[in-house]
């Protein structure tokens, strides 16, 4: 089982970047797919999930900001981050739950002027 995401890095507030997560090894279209995010020393946040069926959901936070999207073909699940701030800074990790949740390695955003 993998998990890579990819697309991170810095922007500056206000700014966007677009997360992907290239999974293999597992039936994708039968996983409920999401992110979450982690800032040093603090824990695991749920940002947003996607259902099988492309029904999506986010966090308070970043609801009208972040978009989740899912290609059941590519395997690959997205997030889409608009009007970037500070507090969005983290490590972003991609999974995939159904009975058991698989993990990808994260990817570092960083919004700084």
């Known amino acids: 089982v993998q998990l890579v995401e990819t697309g991170g890095g810095l922007v500056q507030p206000g700014g966007s970047l677009r997360l992907s997560c290239a999974t293999s090894?597992?039936?994708?279209?039968?996983?409920?797919m999401g992110w979450a995010r982690q800032e040093p020393g603090k824990g695991f946040e749920w940002v947003c999930g996607v259902y099988m069926n492309g029904s999506a959901y986010c966090e308070d936070s970043v609801k009208g900001r972040f978009t989740i999207s899912r290609d059941n073909a590519k395997n690959t699940v997205y997030l889409q981050m608009n009007s970037l701030k500070p507090e969005d800074s983290a490590v972003y990790y991609c999974?995939?739950?159904?009975?058991?949740?698989?993990w990808g390695q994260g990817t570092q955003v960083t919004v700084s002027s």
């Open positions: 090894g597992f039936t994708f279209s039968s996983y409920v």
């Open positions: 999974y995939g739950w159904i009975l058991r949740t698989y």
